[in-house]
Structure formats: structure tokens, C-alpha cells
């Protein structure tokens, strides 16, 4: 048998780095209960990733101050926004250990599930309402049957929507074959990206979705990744924080949470060559969508090029002509004068204009056409 497990079963106690970290999050909470920036989401966040590692916390006078802070949010309509936001909110209020808190709580969590429209709603928002639904022991079936129907190919190259869906279907026990697919895009993903800090929250949905599978392929290749987020280019050592933000500190404790408790997996030789051989029939998949879609987005910005040329070129054609007319034929002319000064700088503002969407739509067109570099 080869073991491929590269990282050993993270723990709190064991791991000084996620102690830090769990500590530099906590710090973070303000004097009115907010976390970091005192956003609602980010604030529910926090208080989810340290209840994840410490759910002795939830009993503490700083976790009730976090809930009575969201809760504040939620009656300003901050945290009412989005479906994301106050799925995500509502997740933290209905594990809440006051019981008239709680209560609030699963009504509002009953009254968003009941709002949802299935149409209108984003992927990862019907995946954390679904969250919350579970969690709120609530009703499901409604949830179930819109993120079932999700087309995954509108969501493209978009893992941050992805781990999140995935984590939605598996966690209300759909069927494997319902997100087989889902799950061989985001093994694919995740074994070819370098995570910077463009992706790190991208990096880390997809690292959570792909550990609550409980599949060998998924926890194997979480397990050989997960060592990532401890990089020092992204848990700065002098705070033991993550980009000293409670945002991406909170994504990458949860996304180490949920690899610790990903089973020890063994895999044979033959097994671990179909793993691979998987992941890179996904990889071309992935390669091929980007080529069509590039192709796709490519020639209406060429089209659009050479409408904003064709304009161009006129106006200093038309440039060109009027002042060889005043050079030539109209120079002691007072109307012919006027008239030139006045057009000269309509003249020049379309040539600026004109040449500036040029420039526009030839870098964004370089941006769809470069080779993706992770």
C-alpha cells in the first residue's frame, strides 16, 4: 500500500499554529461584538471557524456578544443584503445557547428558506441557505431540488462557488452521481493551482468542499494540500494571522477544520493511478471550457476593435481634409476659420475617446487570450 497521507491529523493542542491563529482571530472581536472589519458575514465567519476548533467558545460571554451584534445587524438590514449573508448569519444564531435568541433565529431561517427563488438565486447562495436549513433543522426538499438542478457549467472557473455547492450537496446527503462531475473539476483544480493572494479564499472553499465528500480521491489529495495554508506567504508569522485579515483567518480555519477530520486514506498503486489519471482528464475539460469560452468573449471584442478604429480613422481623415481645405482654399475666410477652430476640439476628444476604448478592448481581449497562470 502507498500512503499518500503528507500532513498528520491537525490538532488545536498538537499545532501551534493554528492555536496562534485561533488566538489572533479572537483578538480581533470589538468592544460591540463585531469581528474584524465588524461586517455581518465576516463576523459570522469568525465566530463559525472558532466555534469549528473551540465549541466551548459558543458558551462564553464574547460568543453571546458576537450573536447579539449579528442579530443588530440583521434588524439594520445589514446582514439581510444577500441570501449568502443572511444564511450565513442565521447559521450562527441557531446554534445560539440562548434559547429566545435560538427561537428568533429559526423563524427568520424559516421565512428566508420560504423567500428563496430558485431562478434568481446565485449557486453558492441556494448552497448556504441549504446550510442553513440543515442546520436549523428545517425543511430541506425545496433546497435540495434547486441545487440539484444548478447548472455547473455557468458557474465556469469559479471554485469559490464550487466548494461551496459541493459542500451543500454533500452535507444533506445527496447522491454521489449528482456531484461526481463537481467534485473531479475541483480535484483537477486544486492539484494545478498555486494559491497567491488572489485565490487563497477560493483556495480554501474548494479545500472545504472537497474534504466533506469523505471520498479516498478527494481526502487524499486535501490531505497532500492542506500543508498550503500554513505557508508563510500566507500565515504571516509575526501575528500568526492570515494576510492579518479575520476574512481569509477564517476561511483558512475553517478549510483546516474540515481536512482534520478527513479519514486516513490509503491508496494502491492502481488506485492512485486512476486518481491521477482522472484529475487530468478533468484538467483537460477545465483547458478546453477556457478555450471555447475565450473564443467565445474574443470575437465580439474584435468586432468591437475594429468598429472604434473604422470611427477613428474617419474622424482623422475628416481632421486631415479640413484643415488642408483652410490650408488651401479657405485661410482668409472668417467662417471658414471659425468653423475649423470649432471642430478642431470635437475633432480631438472623438480621436481620445476613440483611441482609449481601442486601448480598453485590447487589454481586456489580451486578458481572455493569455495562457492562465497558476
Known amino acids: 500500500m502507498l500512503d499518500r497521507t503528507t ?75 444577500t ?6 448569519v442565521l447559521r450562527v444564531l441557531v446554534a445560539s445557547d440562548d434559547a429566545a435568541m435560538r427561537g428568533r433565529a429559526l423563524e427568520q431561517a424559516a421565512g428566508l428558506i420560504a423567500r428563496v427563488v430558485e431562478p434568481d438565486a446565485r449557486p453558492h447562495h441556494l448552497a448556504q441557505a441549504l446550510l442553513l436549513a440543515i442546520a436549523a433543522k428545517l425543511p430541506t426538499a425545496k433546497l435540495v431540488s434547486a441545487v440539484e438542478k444548478v447548472d455547473v457549467a455557468q458557474l465556469r472557473d469559479n471554485p469559490y462557488a464550487r ?9 444533506a446527503a445527496i447522491p454521489q452521481a449528482n456531484w461526481r462531475d463537481e467534485e473531479r473539476w475541483l480535484i483537477a483544480w486544486v492539484q494545478k493551482t498555486n494559491p497567491t493572494k488572489g485565490n487563497f479564499q477560493d483556495f480554501c472553499a474548494a479545500m472545504v468542499g472537497l474534504a466533506n465528500t469523505g471520498t479516498d480521491q478527494s481526502s487524499t489529495v486535501v490531505r497532500s494540500r492542506i500543508d498550503i495554508i500554513f505557508s508563510p506567504v500566507f500565515q504571516r508569522p509575526t501575528d500568526w494571522s492570515w494576510y492579518h485579515f479575520a476574512w481569509e483567518s477564517s476561511w483558512a480555519l475553517l478549510a483546516l477544520s474540515t481536512a482534520s477530520s478527513a479519514a486516513r486514506v490509503e491508496l494502491s498503486i492502481p488506485d492512485l493511478l486512476g486518481l491521477l489519471k482522472e484529475a487530468e482528464e478533468a484538467s483537460d475539460e477545465i483547458d478546453a471550457a477556457n478555450i471555447a469560452y475565450r473564443t467565445e468573449v474574443s470575437g465580439p471584442a474584435l468586432r468591437a476593435i475594429g468598429f472604434w478604429s473604422a470611427i477613428l480613422g474617419f474622424v482623422v481623415a475628416a481632421a486631415i481634409a479640413l484643415t488642408s481645405w483652410f490650408l488651401f482654399a479657405g485661410w482668409d475666410s472668417p467662417t471658414v476659420v471659425g468653423t475649423l477652430l ?10 481620445a475617446f476613440c483611441w482609449n476604448r481601442i486601448n480598453l478592448l485590447r487589454k481586456r481581449l489580451r486578458q481572455f487570450l493569455q495562457p492562465q497562470v497558476d
Open 163 to 171: 466548494g461551496q455547492l459541493l459542500l451543500a450537496k454533500t452535507a
Open 83 to 88: 441570501i449568502w449573508d443572511e444564511a450565513v
Open 7 to 81: 500532513l498528520a491529523d491537525l490538532d488545536e493542542n498538537s499545532d501551534a499554529r493554528i492555536a496562534r491563529g485561533l488566538n489572533w482571530l479572537a483578538a480581533t472581536q470589538n468592544a460591540v461584538g463585531g469581528f474584524g472589519s465588524g461586517g455581518a458575514a465576516e463576523t459570522a465567519f469568525a465566530v463559525l471557524a472558532i466555534t469549528r476548533w473551540r465549541p466551548q467558545w459558543a458558551l462564553t460571554a464574547d460568543c453571546m456578544r458576537a450573536c447579539e451584534y449579528l442579530e443588530s445587524k440583521i434588524a439594520s438590514g445589514e446582514a439581510t443584503e
Open 342 to 351: 470649432g471642430l478642431w476640439p470635437v475633432a480631438i476628444a472623438v480621436i
